[in-house]
């Protein structure tokens, strides 16, 4: 007992950290570490987010941090607050809101007073199934001398299971019934993939959308998971909002098709998609063209996820995630 009592006697005690004394400065600190470390939302919020910009503009204000959902390709919005809440940020997220269209709005403060965590729910309550609002609290711990570490707190957070069920009770149309498929697929793929392959995504709710993407570890290029009227495909996506970036970065992986091919283990389908400001790579499947086929479900979903593992490895082998960062530095100006 003396032995195990001694042990526990060396254990250190966990510390609060004032944010201030980490971050001196929200826009100057804390934002430019928070454009940088977005895997502390990721964690937290079971997303996967990339955040593109720092004070957007948004008509005369400007809005700390904008960037995108990869799950779902939709614009989320940060506001960050190295203070206690107060009613002139509930105020700026609503306006910053109303100018971008979000899916997700994170609210992010030292400190969320009551009222405002209240804000938030009846936010999340009032709106439609595809807005949310976050509260996220900056805390700061540290053990004896050690090097500070973020501990954030989620206060504040939408209702999906209300959202869901708010949904699938809306009138019974063609369009309610597929999106219910895909809510269904998507939610046994997303499953699959977090059980083999946990670094494709942190997302923990599944979407209506015929689409699903998982990050691939590079800003603006996912691996999407598409059903279409062509079948069921696979493919690496360069969505950079400079056309310039997505052009660059399709040149380079054309320049090595042949070893791309050659490590994919046959041929993939090319499309620049000259006038739509993206570009892809795809792996598709014909036989698998309708999401109803509940009987097909395992089938497809198997054959996703050896359609992107190996997308993922032919990238791998022509380079991958540094020359795809290279080819976005060397894209010419606009």
Request: a negative charge.
């Amino acid at each position: 007992m003396d032995e195990v009592a001694g042990d526990f006697e060396a254990l250190g005690r966990l510390a609060v950290v004032a944010p201030r004394e980490v971050w001196k400065h929200e826009a100057l600190d804390f934002t430019p570490w928070l454009l940088r470390n977005v895997d502390v939302l990721n964690d937290l919020l079971g997303m996967d987010l990339v955040l593109d910009r720092a004070e957007h503009p948004v008509g005369d204000f400007s809005l700390d941090l904008i960037g995108r959902d990869q799950s779902n390709d939709s614009v989320v919005i940060v506001e960050n607050q190295l203070e206690q809440s107060d009613h002139g940020h509930l105020g700026q997220i609503l306006t910053y809101a109303a100018g971008t269209e979000p899916t997700t709005i994170i609210w992010i403060a030292s400190h969320f007073r009551s009222e405002h965590r209240a804000a938030l729910d009846w936010l999340n309550e009032r709106t439609d199934e595809d807005t949310r609002f976050f509260g996220v609290e900056i805390q700061v711990v540290r053990i004896g001398e050690s090097i500070p570490a973020p501990a954030f707190k989620l206060v504040a957070q939408p209702n999906d299971w209300g959202k869901r069920v708010k949904a699938a009770t809306a009138v019974n149309s063609e369009l309610t019934e597929k999106a219910r498929f895909y809510w269904d697929f998507w939610d046994m793929a997303r499953q699959q993939i977090q059980s083999q392959y946990p670094a494709w995504t942190n997302a923990r709710t599944s979407t209506r959308s015929s689409w699903f993407n998982t990050a691939s570890g590079i800003s603006d290029v996912v691996f999407v998971m598409l059903f279409s009227r062509a079948g069921l495909s696979v493919q690496l996506y360069c969505q950079a909002s400079d056309p310039t970036v997505n052009a660059a970065r399709y040149e380079f992986l054309h320049r090595q098709k042949n070893g791309f091919e050659a490590a994919l283990g046959g041929p993939a389908e090319w499309d620049p998609m000259p006038g739509r400001k993206a570009a892809r790579v795809s792996l598709l499947n014909q036989a698998f063209d309708d999401v109803s086929r509940t009987d097909q479900w395992d089938a497809m979903i198997a054959w996703l996820l050896d359609a992107q593992l190996r997308l993922r490895s032919a990238l791998d082998a022509v380079g991958g995630k540094t020359e795809l960062l290279v080819a976005r530095d060397q894209a010419p100006d606009r």
